[in-house]
């Protein structure tokens, strides 16, 4: 792909989600979110969600720039017969939720260590205990139906289905998904679902009962998250001067 790429045939607003999209790539591996070279992150250039920014089969997470995107159609069968096809549970996943959940312009898959311990416990919910998990009350989706690894229609279908009006899913034996209307704000989901998904670990280490809010504080606490969400934009912003700091090239 990177090689036929004209940048004078993509609009500055697709320019734009490359970068972020790029940039929450490399923030990834700062994170350690990444795992080898799977694991996906794409976004919606069209409105119906049919065309979609995804990253390419066993390219490093950390070497992923703005050019390397995959353009993808949803509605185009011979996707996986390309050159550069791209990995098939990627497509099968990322294809059916673009295609089927408003919610998720952008749609950040992985493994985070703490998230994925969580999901694998018979309870992977995130009970409200501190302010990052009450950021969570109530408005997580929770798949416990695990169908091995995702390769089919079927399977991406499924995934779609489960994610409800919900922006985050706890996938059960397998990690999370966070959708967003830009890159900066499923960043954010993702960011602070790790964190609270380590704060509920490592509480669950000490082996002494979790003190869990009460409904009402939860809810309350949950709420003034969402009054506060322009912060993700700053997060992200800082977070891409830090990447500029060290090395810029997730722009090219
Ligand atoms: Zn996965």
Redesign the pocket.
């Known amino acids: 792909m990177s090689a036929q790429f004209n940048r004078d045939q993509v609009s500055d607003e697709e320019w734009a989600l490359r970068v972020d999209l790029a940039a929450a790539f490399r923030l990834a591996v700062q994170f350690d979110w990444h795992e080898s070279i799977?694991?996906?992150f794409s976004a919606a250039v069209s409105a119906d969600g049919k065309q979609f920014l995804l990253n390419p089969r066993w390219k490093h997470f950390s070497l992923v720039k703005a050019s390397d995107l995959l353009l993808l159609d949803a509605n185009d069968k011979d996707v996986m017969s390309r050159p550069d096809a791209p990995d098939p549970?990627a497509w099968s996943?990322h294809g059916a939720v673009h295609a089927s959940v408003p919610q998720a312009k952008v749609l950040l898959?992985?493994?985070p260590p703490y998230a994925t311990a969580l999901s694998c416990l018979k309870d992977p919910s995130i009970k409200p205990i501190d302010q990052n998990t009450a950021r969570f009350y109530n408005r997580i989706a929770v798949d416990l139906h695990f169908g091995g690894?995702?390769n089919d229609e079927a399977e991406g279908q499924r995934i779609a289905n489960a994610f409800g009006n919900s922006s985050i899913m706890m996938?059960g034996n397998?990690?999370v998904?966070c959708a967003g209307e830009t890159v900066a704000e499923a960043f954010e989901h993702l960011y602070y679902l790790e964190r609270a998904a380590k704060t509920m670990m490592l509480a669950y280490a000490s082996g002494q009962a979790l003190s869990v809010m009460s409904s009402k504080i939860a809810e309350d606490t949950a709420q003034s998250w969402e009054e506060y969400s322009e912060s993700a934009f700053a997060h992200f912003d800082q977070l891409k001067l830090l990447l500029d700091k060290s090395d810029d090239s997730y722009r090219h």
């Open positions: 799977a694991n996906h549970s996943i898959h992985c493994h690894i995702a996938m397998h990690g998904s």
